[in-house]
């Protein structure tokens, strides 16, 4: 059987995963392991675009606007303003 190694969980996920142990009486690592175990692995697997998100797609790159509003283009006065207002 293979071996994991979790870091960086978060406290309060920690604290619930505990809680959830002592509930069923069981260790906070058979909880994680039934957790994980209990995970549909159809969900783990990347989704694959409808034709409407394609579509859209299409549509969005055609009019030069990207749909993450992250890789819009800002005129200068607002990206300066980003800056100096320290937001960038």
Known sequence: MATLTIRNVPDEVK???RLAAAARGVSMEQ???DRIAGTDRAALRPRKATA???L????ALQEGEPLDPRYRTLPQKDL????SDGDL
């Not at 859209?56 to 549509?59: F, V």
């Not at 300066?80 to 800056?83: G, K, R, S, V």
């Open 80 to 83: 300066t303003d980003l800056i």
């Open 56 to 59: 859209a797609l299409g549509r």
């Open 31 to 33: 909880e994680a392991r």
């Open 52 to 54: 409407e998100e394609l």
């Open 15 to 17: 604290r619930e995963l």
